[in-house]
């Protein structure tokens, strides 16, 4: 089992950075592979960025590539989620999601652990 809490969304300007964190808590963190979510109002959730074990491996959807920088840091049981050059359309709650996948997914039913989420609002 493990659990997760993010941390670290707020409300900025376009063009405004935050860095989201989720804290992971129960069995092994190195046992899971780790992504980034997100869901706006009248949205499915859409996959934003995973990691790999070891951490030397990310992945990205299209619209944040560049801008976002998925990374983790073992000893402290915490994946982050760099948020820059933010635009309106990033505004959604973000969501971090953990599972014990053989292969990586983007598909948000392959990931069985959820945190609550943490609101980002973007400003035009």
């Known amino acids: 089992q493990v659990q997760l809490v993010e941390t670290g969304g707020g409300s900025v300007q376009a063009g405004g950075s935050l860095r989201l964190s989720c804290a992971a808590s129960?069995?092994?963190?190195?046992?899971?592979?780790m992504a980034w979510f997100r869901q706006s109002e009248g949205s499915e959730r859409e996959f934003v960025a995973g990691?790999?074990?070891?951490?030397?491996?990310?992945f990205y959807t299209n619209s944040v590539k560049g801008r976002f920088t998925i990374s983790k840091d073992n000893t402290k049981n915490t994946v982050y989620l760099q948020v820059n050059s933010l635009k309106f359309e990033d505004t959604a709650v973000y969501y971090c999601a953990a599972d014990e996948l053989g292969v990586y997914s983007r598909a948000a039913n392959m990931y069985h652990y959820w945190g609550q989420g943490t609101q980002v609002t973007v400003s035009s």
């Open positions: 129960g069995r092994t963190f190195t046992n899971y592979l």
């Open positions: 990691i790999g074990r070891s951490g030397g491996r990310t």
